[in-house]
Structures are given as structure tokens and as C-alpha cells.
Antibody, heavy 119, light 110 residues
């Protein structure tokens, strides 16, 4: 059974940093491409970032609104994917989901982790 | 970016057909694929994949769900609607980065 479990969310002040972790099991993580998707309090879904596998040089892509502030990474030895979020803004407040990739659609989702950016 | 437009809500009676539409600001089809996908999200849960590549049913999804369309216009059909189908439905395109979602259609019971 595929499982994705996100951790690391919480309340953080604007301008601060937070790192999310997604621990996975039930599939061959090392060859999987992974994504982060977030959902605002208004329930809008937004794709944030994707990381490819080792054979594709761990290539990454980001939505424009997080470029230069967020970094997606992975540790194949731990079957985990990460999202380092720096210079957080109030508009980054959302539930963050990690997902598996299947030709750029999302076939498995974690339960999500909440991030609130507020002073 | 490709903008996907969905109606905010749709009210249908149990046992009837529900048709949810999604319009893209530009074509999301290639010569081989229609790169539109559909997700269901129930309150308090994560989204779940229903349909991929416009018309392919994801694993474990009941056959009362179906998808169609090409180019810029796509449709998710639920027939017949059951009480368990009350949820918000999102479309998503994978024609180009950034991947984008529609704003969701909330299915309500009449």
C-alpha cells in the first residue's frame, strides 16, 4: 500500500523558514518523481514543485510564486522528499500535500500538513 | 500559465446525471493525449485521482464516473449520482508547466 506522510508544519512568522518532510512507503521511491501541491484556506489547489529521480539528475521545477524561496529535495535512502521554505509570506498559508507523479498528474496524495504564516 | 475555469457549484438529485465542465484558456491536447485530469475531494480529506488523460478511469474508481473532451473543453460525468459523491471536483492540466488546477466545482444534492 502506498503511503505518504507529511510532517513539519505549524505556525511561523513572516520572513521565517520551515522545512516539510514527506516520508513514503509502498512503492519504489528511488525511481519516482515527486511533487508538492498546496491548498489555500479558500480551497484553491496550487502546484508548487517537482523533483525528478537520479537518472534525470534530480531535476527540479517550481511555480513562479515560490522560485528562489522554496527548495524541493529528496533522500532516496530514506524514501523521503522535502520542501525547504524560506522567506515565508502570509500568502504561503496553506495545507501542503506531497504527491507521486504519473506523467505529471498526481496519483497518490499524503494527508497534508498545515502551514500558517502569521505574526 | 494555462487557466482552467470551472463553475463553482452544481446541484443534482440523487440518481440523476451530474455533468461538471472545465474549460482551458488554451489547448491541453497533443496529437496523442488529452492532458486533463480530474480529482475528487471530500471535506477533511486529500484530493483523490478519478480520471486521467481526460477519459481514463483511475484504479478503484466506480464506473459511474466518466470523462470526455479534447482541446479546451472537458467534462466529468457522474451517472447516477450517489450520496457518497458529495464533494468538490477539480480539473488539472499537464500540458505545460506550471501545472494548474481549476478552482473546483462543489457537487450538492438538490
Amino acid at each position: 500500500e502506498v503511503q505518504l506522510v507529511e510532517t513539519g508544519g505549524g505556525l511561523v512568522q513572516p520572513g521565517k523558514s520551515l522545512k516539510l518532510t514527506c516520508a513514503t512507503s509502498g512503492f519504489t521511491f528511488s525511481t519516482a518523481w515527486m511533487h508538492w501541491v498546496r491548498q489555500s484556506p479558500e480551497k484553491r489547489l496550487e502546484w508548487i514543485a517537482r523533483i525528478k529521480d537520479k537518472s534525470n539528475n534530480y531535476a527540479t521545477d517550481y511555480v513562479e510564486s515560490v522560485k528562489g524561496r522554496f527548495t524541493i529535495s529528496r533522500d532516496d535512502s530514506k524514501s523521503s522528499v522535502y520542501l525547504q521554505m524560506n522567506s515565508l509570506k502570509e500568502e504561503d498559508t496553506a495545507t501542503y500535500y506531497c504527491t507521486t507523479d504519473n506523467n505529471y498528474y498526481f496519483d497518490y496524495w499524503g494527508q497534508g500538513v498545515m502551514v500558517t504564516v502569521s505574526s | 500559465d494555462i487557466v482552467l475555469t470551472q463553475s463553482p457549484a452544481l446541484a443534482v438529485s440523487l440518481g440523476q446525471r451530474a455533468t461538471i465542465s472545465c474549460r482551458a484558456s488554451q489547448s491541453v491536447s497533443t496529437s496523442s493525449y488529452n492532458l486533463m485530469h480530474w480529482y475528487q475531494q471530500k471535506p477533511g480529506e486529500q484530493p483523490k485521482l478519478l480520471i486521467y488523460d481526460a477519459s481514463n478511469l483511475a484504479s478503484g474508481i466506480p464506473v459511474r464516473f466518466s470523462g470526455s473532451g479534447s482541446g479546451t473543453d472537458f467534462t466529468l460525468t457522474i451517472n447516477p449520482v450517489q450520496a457518497d459523491d458529495i464533494a468538490t471536483y477539480y480539473c488539472q492540466q499537464s500540458r505545460e508547466l506550471p501545472l494548474t488546477f481549476g478552482s473546483g466545482t462543489k457537487l450538492e444534492i438538490k
